[in-house]
């Protein structure tokens, strides 16, 4: 099981002082959940994540790890709590699966140390973890979608941190292969415990694998806490500007978005 650590941001504005995507901000990730952002486009899902992650700069306020500030603490102490997975991810040419995945010991690779048993040992579990083993020696470049979302998740645990950001991983991907890449990480959230934060375009499927939702507008938090107080007809307008119902899901009993045309459509 990994460590449950707390990640929150502080009043944080991200993005040029000048006009700032978001301002004031206040979020606490709750610890071995999974939390789901969501948002229209140019909310500041991607940006808030950035920021949390220590990849964008905060011009004002603080994000803090268990109370430490991380722009105060090494790079390489928040790389081995941290994991990001970045939008659309490029892998380099001809790079095969388990160089990939092997990546994500770089953080755990000080100047003067090797790659030992502990590095194999945690790149076998990642690989194993989401079904890629037998792809380890295939270039990532001959993988399907799903396949390629897998190993990039893959070398993401193989980092063994505490705490994984994903922006938009099931982005571009067919159905099964969206349901695929969320089952893994419900999976994996089950059994290590891992803190999961992802941003997601898709309502249905945001509600049906969140413990904490997250709703977006114009850089700030329009709602937040359990699916049910979230999807609500109220809060889907105000977010998303459509008119809409909210059944239960028939599968899972979370709740659903049905959108309402904003005119009759004969059958």
């Given at each position: 099981?990994?460590?449950?650590?707390?990640?929150?941001?502080?009043?944080?504005?991200?993005?040029?002082?000048?006009?700032?995507?978001?301002?004031?901000?206040?979020?606490?990730?709750?610890?071995?959940?999974?939390?789901?952002?969501?948002?229209?486009?140019?909310?500041?899902?991607?940006?808030?994540?950035?920021?949390?992650?220590?990849?964008?700069?905060?011009?004002?306020?603080?994000?803090?790890?268990?109370?430490?500030?991380?722009?105060?603490?090494?790079?390489?102490?928040?790389?081995?709590?941290?994991?990001?997975?970045?939008?659309?991810?490029?892998?380099?040419?001809?790079?095969?699966?388990?160089?990939?995945?092997?990546?994500?010991?770089?953080?755990?690779?000080?100047?003067?140390?090797?790659?030992?048993?502990?590095?194999?040992?945690?790149?076998?579990?990642?690989?194993?973890?989401?079904?890629?083993?037998?792809?380890?020696?295939?270039?990532?470049?001959?993988?399907?979608?799903?396949?390629?979302?897998?190993?990039?998740?893959?070398?993401?645990?193989?980092?063994?941190?505490?705490?994984?950001?994903?922006d938009e991983p099931t982005?571009?991907?067919?159905?099964?292969?969206?349901?695929?890449?969320?089952?893994?990480?419900?999976?994996?959230?089950?059994?290590?415990?891992?803190?999961?934060?992802?941003?997601?375009?898709?309502?249905?499927?945001?509600?049906?694998?969140?413990?904490?939702?997250?709703?977006?507008?114009?850089?700030?938090?329009?709602?937040?806490?359990?699916?049910?107080?979230?999807?609500?007809?109220?809060?889907?307008?105000?977010?998303?500007?459509?008119?809409?119902?909210?059944?239960?899901?028939?599968?899972?009993?979370?709740?659903?978005?049905v959108p309402v045309s904003?005119?009759?459509?004969?059958p």
């Amino acid at each position: 099981m990994t460590r449950s650590r707390r990640l929150e941001a502080r009043t944080v504005r991200l993005g040029h002082d000048a006009s700032p995507v978001i301002d004031g901000l206040d979020l606490v990730i709750p610890p071995g959940q999974i939390t789901v952002i969501i948002g229209a486009n140019a909310s500041g899902k991607s940006t808030l994540l950035r920021g949390l992650a220590r990849l964008l700069p905060v011009r004002r306020g603080d994000v803090l790890l268990d109370g430490a500030s991380v722009s105060k603490m090494r790079s390489s102490d928040v790389a081995r709590a941290i994991g990001m997975l970045p939008q659309s991810p490029v892998a380099p040419d001809g790079i095969t699966v388990s160089d990939l995945v092997g990546r994500g010991r770089h953080p755990h690779q000080g100047w003067f140390r090797r790659w030992n048993n502990r590095d194999e040992e945690a790149v076998a579990r990642a690989l194993s973890a989401t079904a890629t083993a037998e792809l380890s020696s295939r270039p990532v470049s001959d993988l399907s979608g799903g396949q390629r979302q897998r190993v990039w998740i893959a070398m993401a645990l193989a980092q063994e941190t505490d705490i994984l950001l994903l922006d938009e991983p099931t982005t571009f991907l067919d159905l099964n292969y969206q349901l695929e890449v969320l089952d893994l990480l419900a999976e994996l959230n089950a059994t290590r415990g891992t803190t999961i934060v992802i941003v997601l375009h898709e309502l249905n499927l945001a509600a049906r694998y969140a413990h904490h939702l997250v709703a977006m507008r114009a850089g700030r938090i329009a709602a937040q806490g359990v699916p049910a107080d979230v999807v609500t007809v109220e809060t889907i307008r105000e977010v998303f500007d459509l008119n809409c119902r909210i059944i239960d899901d028939p599968h899972t009993g979370s709740p659903m978005v049905v959108p309402v045309s904003s005119r009759s459509v004969s059958p």
